[in-house]
């Protein structure tokens, strides 16, 4: 196991080296560019004496050649596109991502001041998946054919069919002083005198801001989860040493929870590998309707942007994170299910 682990790290090197090059080569390919975002700020600006001249096709407007110039060095367009990612890539060598186009200040101090919000929704909405998507799939394997099993799978299915922005919506109008009730805030992290609250009101506080959007977070997992627990666990206790510990005259709880649970839990491992993506989790629509300031909405701006420096930092952070959390689910499996031996 231990080699396997050794190997595929080894193999994260070339396979972050090709994303990386893939998505550096495509937002430089891109149409338009931090400097014409530039020129179009000062034309909108009233600068008009740095970008006087006639517009383009296009409607970007022309500037001198000592302008450009001196634009291009300043963002490092005044080098070719291999010279470009290559400083870029030894930069990444000392975890320097640059500075950002937009926000003028190092890319990794930008994603920092975003990483609360998305760390906070992610890591709650992957312990409520779990702890609510493992117990209930296991009551409706046991209950298997019942009314409450089908009233609850309807219901499920019926949660998943929902929009997570729509969901929000309504969720504002009926219970944030919509057009009905006024019980939760419209959106944000916290209230407006925050800091003068004890720690026992901060908490509460942020639960009362957090439960809407925490619902349209996690809305769509609770279905998956549920229908792929109850599925594992019916399958497992289909199989001969489950018939076998029945004829030993074991309980049914037993047979479940003791013997075919572990097993029926191997394909549930597959996600716990993506518990690394969590820190960066990010939706632009929801943090938009509820006022968040996350990833989501940053990656959606520093693409407007152009911001090239804060897009290849968040592919690297991202794609970095995804492929250490395979690894973590290789080495669930085994833990899981001491059988499985990877070569």
């Not at 499920?156 to 969720?171: D, R, T, W």
Request: net charge neutral; hydrophobic share 50%.
């Amino acid at each position: 196991m231990l080699k396997y682990i050794l190997r595929r790290l080894v193999l994260l090197v070339p396979t972050l080296l090709g994303i990386t090059i893939v998505v550096f080569g495509v937002v430089n390919l891109a149409p338009g560019s931090p400097i014409e975002q530039k020129i179009q700020q000062l034309r909108f600006a009233g600068s008009a004496d740095a970008a006087e001249g006639a517009a383009s096709q296009q409607g970007t407007a022309t500037v001198s050649k000592e302008v450009l110039d001196a634009l291009k060095k300043q963002y490092g367009f005044d080098k070719p596109v291999h010279v470009r990612y290559w400083i870029w890539l030894k930069n990444l060598a000392k975890l320097d991502f640059g500075d950002s186009f937009t926000y003028e200040e190092p890319v990794i101090d930008v994603v920092m001041s975003k990483f609360p919000v998305s760390l906070q929704f992610g890591v709650l909405s992957l312990f409520l998946s779990y702890l609510v998507s493992i117990p209930l799939g296991v009551w409706k394997a046991v209950k298997h054919g019942s009314k409450m099993d089908t009233a609850s799978s309807f219901i499920l299915f019926v949660a998943y069919s929902i929009p997570s922005f729509m969901l929000a919506i309504v969720l504002i109008v009926f219970f944030a002083g919509g057009s009905f009730l006024d019980i939760f805030p419209i959106g944000g992290l916290y209230s407006d005198f925050y800091d003068e609250m004890t720690t026992g009101e901060r908490i509460l506080d942020r639960v009362y801001h957090f439960v809407l959007p925490l619902i349209c977070y996690t809305i769509g997992s609770y279905t998956q989860l549920t229908l792929l627990m109850k599925n594992s666990l019916m399958e497992e206790v289909k199989k001969d040493y489950i018939r076998t510990a029945r004829a030993k005259g074991l309980g049914e709880k037993t047979v479940y929870l003791k013997h075919a649970l572990r097993n029926a839990l191997i394909p549930i491992v597959t996600g716990i590998g993506g518990f690394l993506s969590i820190f960066f989790a990010g939706s632009l629509i929801l943090e938009k309707i509820f006022q968040l300031d996350g990833i989501g909405l940053l990656s959606f701006n520093s693409i407007l942007s152009r911001d090239y420096n804060v897009i290849m930092g968040l592919v690297f952070i991202q794609a970095l994170l995804m492929l250490i959390g395979n690894i973590i689910s290789d080495v669930a499996y085994v833990l899981v299910d001491p059988r499985i031996d990877f070569q």
